[in-house]
């Protein structure tokens, strides 16, 4: 596995963004986190909206601020992608959690999501959040394993109106 890191979402990273967005897309499966879902056809205005959403300008009704990183290789691929809650909302206290993250396709079963959930705690940790929840669905073995893998804490599980179950995670930072 190449060595990754975190990087601020940024211009000159377009074209790797736009290959792993595609190759998500192309897949057919949920993207996860829900803020890689964004159009990226105005590239420019995607990147101003997920600076303002860092700090928390034009957030929607009931909306916390949220970070998001690109997680990148040595040779400027992009394998993954965080979204990082700021605080936490009825809501994300229930079925989100601060952290929500993912990896393209062809990168998973190589460790990347690992090594994204850590470098995501140091970005928490930085913010001043010292109890981190992150949650995955019942069905996400792989997930649950990462978050245990980073030393989560299983707390109590939420139950969604169609039946999905969500397990929800506590990581002391």
């Not at 990148?72 to 979204?83: F, K, L, M, Q, Y």
């Not at 809501?91 to 690992?114: D, F």
Request: hydrophobic letters at 40%; aromatic letters at 10%; proline letters at 3%.
């Amino acid at each position: 596995m190449a060595e990754v890191y975190l990087v601020r979402p940024g211009l000159e990273w377009k074209e790797p963004y736009l290959d792993f967005y595609r190759e998500w897309i192309d897949s057919g499966e949920d993207i996860v986190p829900w803020v890689v879902e964004q159009d990226p056809s105005d590239f420019q205005a995607m990147i101003g909206w997920l600076k303002d959403v860092s700090n928390g300008i034009g957030l929607q009704e009931g909306w916390v601020a949220n970070s998001t990183y690109w997680l990148a290789t040595e040779d400027r691929r992009i394998v993954g992608a965080v979204n990082i809650r700021h605080a936490l909302s009825p809501w994300l206290m229930e079925r989100g959690g601060h952290i929500g993250y993912g990896i393209r396709p062809s990168a998973r079963r190589q460790g990347y999501a690992t090594k994204l959930l850590a470098q995501s705690l140091v970005k928490t940790r930085e913010l001043g959040i010292r109890k981190v929840l992150v949650c995955c669905d019942e069905s996400n073995v792989a997930s649950a394993r990462t978050i245990l893998n980073n030393g989560g804490v299983e707390d109590t599980s939420f139950k969604e109106e169609n039946g999905n179950v969500i397990r929800r995670f506590w990581i002391e930072g």
